[in-house]
């Protein structure tokens, strides 16, 4: 069973930088899609980064050119880069995946995490 913990979240200013953590357990040999999707209550869950096994990647167009996704296959770890985060990046944010194609939809992936907290003050 494959489960997803994630880490790194915290309390930032405006302009500052974090990085999220998302270490996979279980079945981590076959070739999983990893992404990365933030809610705030009240609110759809939002797509903000994908990236599949062969490195091809997809973000959600708030975040392009400020957040960079990626995954440490030897470590089973995939990673989020937040740079120029601003209190509209405030969310939880969670880590998901599923073997197969790089989509950025929620519907589309069965395993979660339990997710780690952003806050972004002015």
């Known amino acids: 069973k494959v489960q997803l913990v994630e880490s790194g979240g915290g309390s930032v200013q405006a302009g500052g930088s974090l990085r999220l953590s998302c270490v996979v357990s279980g079945d981590t040999d076959s070739k999983y899609t990893m992404a990365w999707f933030r809610q705030v209550p009240g609110k759809e869950r939002e797509g903000v980064a994908v990236v599949d096994n062969d490195g091809n990647t997809i973000y959600g167009d708030s975040v392009k050119g400020r957040f960079t996704i990626s995954q440490d296959n030897p470590k089973n770890t995939a990673y989020l880069q937040m740079t120029s985060l601003n209190p509209e990046d405030t969310a939880m944010y969670y880590c998901?995946?599923?073997?197969?194609?790089?989509?950025?939809?929620?519907?589309?992936?069965?395993?979660w995490g339990q997710g780690t907290q952003v806050t972004v003050s002015s």
């Open positions: 998901a995946t599923r073997a197969g194609d790089c989509y950025l939809a929620a519907s589309w992936y069965n395993i």
